[in-house]
């Protein structure tokens, strides 16, 4: 090899280097991002798996101390969010319910009720069962409805119908599932391929769950 070809390998060698550096440097990047992605969605799902047990302990307070399970007023209202259908008229009640703010979204109450203003100012203290944050309720078509982290309607429908697993109520959060929100029925609800991201009362519950721990 005379002494241009060495020459010219050094600036290849010192390329190829860094190349090999810059690989690193990536694999090592996008490991990073995946693990702290991975953290992320189970800090998310850990948040709402409290979230639903809260609204759970909301919904067992409310039923004993009034000696009937509640029924949403509008239990086939929808609402859209970014393209997605969901269905609201049980996140409507169970926000009325956790707060005390309003009545006229729980049908046993919806006669001669009040509709919610999200004004503590004007909330019966005695009636608000738990703490409702703001990333919990949105606002759409002028009703206060209750959402999980993805900012999507909590699903409520009441004991005694067919698609109803639980003989008082089934009650779940979609998970960032908005795939399925149109499937409300009982064959859905014990389908593992669609509930698999669902955190419910039904079927094997979230606490169960290893991801849920």
Not at 50 to 78: C, K
Not at 90 to 106: C, E, H, K, P, T
Request: aromatic letters at 8%; hydrophobic letters at 35%; proline letters at 5%.
């Amino acid at each position: 090899m005379n002494s241009s070809e060495k020459t010219s390998s050094k600036p290849r060698s010192a390329l190829s280097a860094i190349l090999v550096i810059i690989s690193v440097v990536t694999l090592v990047l996008v490991l990073a991002k995946g693990a702290s992605d991975f953290a992320e969605e189970r800090a998310v799902r850990l948040k709402d798996v409290e979230f639903h047990a809260r609204i759970l302990y909301a919904l067992e307070v409310y039923s004993t101390a009034n000696g009937y399970v509640p029924t949403p007023a509008h239990p086939e209202d929808t609402v859209q969010i970014n393209g997605v259908t969901f269905k609201s008229g049980g996140a409507a009640m169970l926000y009325q319910l956790l707060r005390g703010d309003g009545s006229d979204q729980i049908s046993e109450t919806a006669a001669g009720g009040t509709a919610s203003d999200d004004s503590l100012a004007n909330d019966n203290p005695e009636k608000e069962i738990s703490f409702v944050l703001e990333g919990e309720k949105i606002q759409i078509n002028g009703k206060w409805l209750l959402v999980d982290s993805f900012g999507h309607p909590v699903q409520y429908q009441k004991g005694g119908a067919a698609d109803v697993l639980n003989p008082k109520y089934d009650m779940w959060l979609y998970g960032g599932d908005v795939r399925h929100t149109d499937r409300h029925d009982a064959a859905a609800k014990s389908d593992p391929e669609i509930m698999s991201k669902w955190i419910r009362n039904f079927s094997l519950p979230p606490s169960k769950r290893d991801e849920d721990k």
